[in-house]
Nanobody, 123 residues
């Protein structure tokens, strides 16, 4: 059974940092791109960042460029999202997802999803 499990969310003040992790299990993850999305209350799920299996292909949403960094450790089937200089508008549930192909930004293109982890930024 394929599972993606996020962790690392929490409450942080503006300007602070958090590091999210997404641990994958249940099958080989060779050649799977991994991505982070987020969804705030009353809003649609939106793309945050994605990374190819090799790490050579990375994409970020404009809203997080220069503040967030996506990475992965294929030996541990884990992806990370380092979030720095957090803003109030970063408050959302963050989800990781994967797909056996290239990096894309559309949620419907991803096959498996985690349960999400809450990130709350306060002033």
């Amino acid at each position: 059974q394929v599972q993606l499990v996020e962790s690392g969310g929490g409450l942080v003040q503006t300007g602070g940092s958090l590091r999210l992790s997404c641990a994958a299990s249940g099958r080989t993850f060779d050649f799977y791109a991994m991505a982070w999305f987020r969804q705030a209350p009353g809003k649609e799920r939106e793309f945050v960042a994605a990374i190819s299996w090799s790490g050579g292909g990375i994409s970020y949403a404009d809203s997080v460029k220069g503040r967030f960094t996506i990475s992965r450790d294929n030996t541990k089937n884990t992806a990370f999202l380092q979030m720095d200089n957090l803003k109030l508008e970063d408050t959302a549930v963050y989800y990781c997802a994967d797909r056996r192909s290239t990096v894309v930004m559309t949620p419907r293109s991803y096959d498996y999803w985690g349960q999400g982890t809450q990130v709350t930024v306060s002033s």
